[in-house]
């Protein structure tokens, strides 16, 4: 009789005092039935995260992020076409696992369409993976080859955002980063960033306007060259540092309410 009252006694605490947004019963049933095989999708995003590479050791102890356990990478990229060979990165990133990928996107789609459309949740999770693979750039070096087929053009990133550095001793005519600036784009400040940010935040490519329309009430400026303030840093990093302990991530739900 004893361990039947203890058994409720839990079960009441757990449906009464149950951590982050209640969950609708049709997610629910999603979960129970269907989060396994999206899980394993998530995990293919995972697979082509190329930053991790070589693992350096977790930091939890970087400012704003203190107690996350961010993860310090080594990378190199493809032969490059200018300097014939490859390019060193080093990046930390606080990417997801497959199945907190998979809660992310299911909450989005269903959040912002109002149903769980497999077509959406397909079109969200082939997204993040064209983007970025589900990888999130906490501080560090991004290579990308977007423009010229084998030019790896380095992007600077901080809280989820390409930012801009403010030292010229910093920056390189030819785009390949000594070890030295490498080692210095993991430590910025945003004091040594300057004030105009990139306009896209990770994972999802999520805008500024997209924030708003979804009911972000920070003034975070806007996409517009010289309106892209450094505010988005912060909001984006408190919001995917919010996501971490939730079933549900705003940046991605921005993205899913726009698009869908």
Known sequence: MKKILVFFAAAALLAGCSKG?????????????????????????????????????????IPGWEGYPVQLWEYHTGTD????????????????????LARWIVNAVFDATGALDAENIEKTRKFILWQSGAQFPVRGVVYEAMYTPGFYEPYVFKDGVTVYVADSTYLTVEKHPTDEMLEYYLTLTDEQIRPNTGRY??????????????????????SEDGQRSRAWLAEVG?????????????LIYAWAKANL
């Open 238 to 250: 408190r919001l995917y540092r919010e996501a971490w302990d939730s079933d549900k991530n705003f």
């Open 81 to 100: 076409i200018y300097i014939n060979e490859p390019k060193r990165g080093l990046v930390y990133m606080l990417n997801p696992s497959a199945e907190k």
């Open 201 to 222: 935040a990770r994972i999802c490519s999520t805008t500024r306007e997209m924030y708003y329309a979804a009911g972000g009430t920070a003034d975070v400026g806007h």
């Open 21 to 61: 947004p209640k969950v609708d019963p049709l997610v629910q049933t999603y979960y129970r039935d269907s989060l396994a095989a999206l899980t394993a999708r998530c995990q293919t995003v995972l697979d082509a995260a190329y930053m991790a590479e070589k693992p350096l050791g977790e930091n939890t102890e």
